[in-house]
């Protein structure tokens, strides 16, 4: 049974579901853009004028088993596995703001969610670090309704109860990443770091920055030093 909230004038305030309805790969953008499609239904009858929605997205990967291949890649997130039953927290992926336009009822909406390949940030290595299956995400909602009530024009806020649960395919966020940075990974270094590496590319005359770092990988393995 749904039991409607009134607001301090008498009207009823808008009750509000979401549901992530699907993702996919936005086409056409400047960064690396995920497409969400947010299904939103009002449980009272008022109309909607627009919805001014915060979005916090979160990671939490308490909610999915992990490859012995995955647990290796993710320590530097979650430490040794022994710990995870303490170090397996939700983490924060990004907040989006969005404008909803009018509707009545219900309504889908589109959330564009940039993304990076930074592995400075954590999203780029939790999600780098799994080779298939969904990324579980939570969704909390929170911003202003804006709807028409008995009084004219009236808004409300959006509780902090409001969330969705979506389960992201990383089949998707690869595809993604592939298509922006095919076969490439970006890492960020200081500039003192990147002169060094910049220098020693020239003096050892090799052609890529690959070449660079696969001799100096090489070197370390065999416990040499160039």
């Known amino acids: 049974m749904i039991i ?16 992530v309805e699907s993702a996919d790969v936005l086409e056409f953008a400047a ?11 009002n449980l009272a009858a008022e109309p909607i004028r627009s919805i001014a929605l915060t979005t916090q997205i979160r990671i939490v990967p308490a909610q999915r088993a992990y490859s012995a291949r995955e647990q ?6 979650f430490g040794e596995t022994a710990r995870w039953g303490d170090t397996l927290k939700s983490l924060l992926w990004t907040h989006i703001t969005t404008l909803v ?3 009545n009822g219900s309504t889908v909406v589109e959330m564009p969610v940039p993304c990076t390949y930074d592995f400075e940030v ?5 999600f780098h670090a799994l080779e298939g299956g969904e990324a579980p995400l939570e969704l909390l909602f929170s911003g202003t309704v804006f709807y028409a009530g008995s009084a004219g024009l009236q808004a409300a806020q959006i509780p902090w109860t409001k969330e969705a649960q979506c389960r992201l395919p990383i089949e998707l966020w690869k595809r993604m ?13 200081h ?3 990147f002169d060094r590496l910049y220098r020693y590319r020239i003096r050892e005359g090799l052609p890529t ?4 770092l696969e001799r100096l990988l090489l070197a370390a393995e065999r416990g040499g030093a160039q």
């Open 4 to 19: 409607a909230r009134r607001s301090h004038r008498g009207g009823v305030v808008p009750e509000l579901d979401f549901r």
């Open 31 to 41: 960064t690396p853009t995920l497409l969400f499609k947010l299904g939103i239904r």
């Open 72 to 77: 290796e890649r993710l320590v530097e997130l």
């Open 101 to 103: 336009p009018p509707f």
């Open 122 to 126: 954590v999203s780029a290595k939790y």
């Open 177 to 189: 990443m592939d298509r922006y940075f095919p076969n490439s990974a970006w890492v960020r270094v």
């Open 191 to 193: 500039r003192d770091i």
């Open 209 to 212: 920055w690959e070449a660079a």
